[in-house]
C-alpha cells in the first residue's frame, strides 16, 4: 500500500484530533477526506478532515506589507516555515484486530504518531461497514459546517464508490440522512441544499 503521510499529532481529544502539516504537503489533505490514524496492535482511529488552519507568524507580518515579493522569498516562506498548517479531525470510528467499528475510539492517540489520507480501497471499506453509522458524529458535532462537511465527504466517496461499481452508494448516503434528520426538519433542510449544491 502506497500510503501518504500528511503530519503528525499535535493534540487530541477522544472526539477529534489536530494535526501539523508541511505547507508543501497542504494540498493533499481535503475537507471532508477520510484518514487514519495507525496505532500499534492493529489499532487505528478513523477520521474526517472538517478544518485547515494557517496562522500568521512575524515574518508573514511584514513580508505581507512589502511590495515585490518574489516568488522565490515565498515558496521559502511556505516550505521553510516554522510554524505548520493546523489540520483538524473529527474522529468517526476505528479498527480493531481487522474489524471497523463505527463508533469512537476507546483511547485518543498520542501526540506525534502518524496521520495518513485513505486511498479509496480503504475509504469504501470503512463507509461500507454497518449502515452509515459514521454519520452520527458528524450530525452530533458542534460548531462545524456540517452540511459542508457531509456534502464533500459524500461527493469524494461518491467517486470512489463509483469507481467500483457502487452507483447507488451517494443515494443510500442521503436516504440516511434524512431518517437520520427526520426529526430536526431544519438541519435537514439546510443539509439536503447543500447536497443538491454539490449536485449529489
Given amino acids: ?3 501518504l503521510e500528511i503530519g503528525k499529532l499535535l493534540r487530541a481529544s477522544t472526539t477529534a484530533c489536530v494535526v501539523g502539516c508541511r505547507v508543501s504537503q497542504s494540498n493533499a489533505p481535503a475537507f471532508g477526506g477520510l484518514v487514519r490514524i495507525p496505532l500499534p496492535n492493529g489499532y487505528g482511529i478513523y477520521g474526517l478532515i472538517y478544518d485547515s488552519r494557517i496562522e500568521d507568524y512575524g515574518l ?4 505581507v506589507t512589502a511590495e515585490g515579493i518574489g516568488d522565490d522569498v515565498i515558496q521559502d516562506n511556505r516550505v521553510n516555515r516554522n510554524v505548520p498548517v493546523e489540520v483538524s479531525v473529527l474522529h468517526v470510528g476505528f479498527r480493531q484486530n481487522g474489524r471497523i467499528y ?3 475510539p476507546p483511547r485518543p492517540p498520542l501526540s506525534l504518531d502518524s496521520i495518513y489520507i485513505c486511498g479509496s480501497k ?3 471499506s470503512f463507509t461500507e461497514t454497518g449502515r452509515f453509522g459514521y454519520f452520527r458524529h458528524i450530525l452530533r458535532a458542534e460548531d462545524l459546517p456540517v ?4 456534502a464533500a465527504h459524500i461527493q469524494l466517496l461518491h467517486a470512489f464508490q463509483f469507481e467500483r461499481g457502487n452507483c447507488n452508494w451517494a443515494s443510500e448516503a442521503v436516504q440516511e440522512l434524512i431518517t437520520l434528520l427526520r426529526d430536526d426538519y431544519p438541519t435537514l433542510m439546510s443539509v439536503l441544499g447543500t447536497l443538491a449544491d454539490a449536485a449529489l
Fill in 1 to 3: 500500500m502506497n500510503e
Fill in 60 to 63: 508573514v507580518r511584514q513580508l
Fill in 102 to 104: 463505527h463508533l469512537l
Fill in 122 to 124: 480503504e475509504a469504501c
Fill in 147 to 150: 452540511g459542508e462537511l457531509l
